[in-house]
């Protein structure tokens, strides 16, 4: 060290830039995902890339207001325990995961018409699961990342 130079001194993400870091990229994960449909499977149609990117934003909030839904629908039946406890949210949260998704395909119908068209549910279905993924994949690689000590 030099000295000139002071040692740096690197401070952690707060909560809310950790947040922000993750909720861009899925959103971009979003995007991507849905302009390849767009580009290379015939039922998947979408007007525009400004739409595209405003479909990825809706998606990834409506994906994260199930999934939060889904956790507290479990710990719901968790904490209630009792007989077949176990059931009930296997049921329950298979539930809100398969319902949810006639309300995000309403939801996307209602805010963008037929900007935005997947030639139906089960379309629809394989875009929200590759984008589930790819999302799974990308955070796996950031922690598998994250073990590695950096070295100077």
């Known amino acids: ?28 994960v979003d995007l991507a995902v849905l302009n390849f449909f767009d ?9 525009s890339f400004a739409i595209s990117f405003l479909a990825a934003a809706l998606l990834q909030v409506l994906l994260r207001l199930t999934l939060h839904l889904e956790h507290l629908t479990a710990d719901y039946f968790h904490k209630k325990g009792g007989k077949g406890a176990k059931g009930k949210r296997l049921l329950a949260s298979w539930l809100v995961l398969i319902v949810s998704k006639f309300v995000i395909l309403e939801a996307i119908d209602i805010v963008f018409g037929d900007r935005v068209l997947f030639g139906g549910l089960i379309p629809f279905i394989v875009v929200v699961v590759t984008i589930i993924l790819t999302e799974a994949a990308l955070s796996k690689i950031y922690t598998m990342l994250g073990d590695d000590p950096i070295s100077d």
């Open 39 to 47: 580009e290379f499977w015939e039922p998947v149609v979408i007007e």
């Open 1 to 28: 060290m030099s000295a000139n130079s002071s040692p740096t001194t690197v401070r952690a993400p707060s909560r809310g830039q950790r947040l922000f870091l993750v909720y861009t990229l899925f959103i971009l």
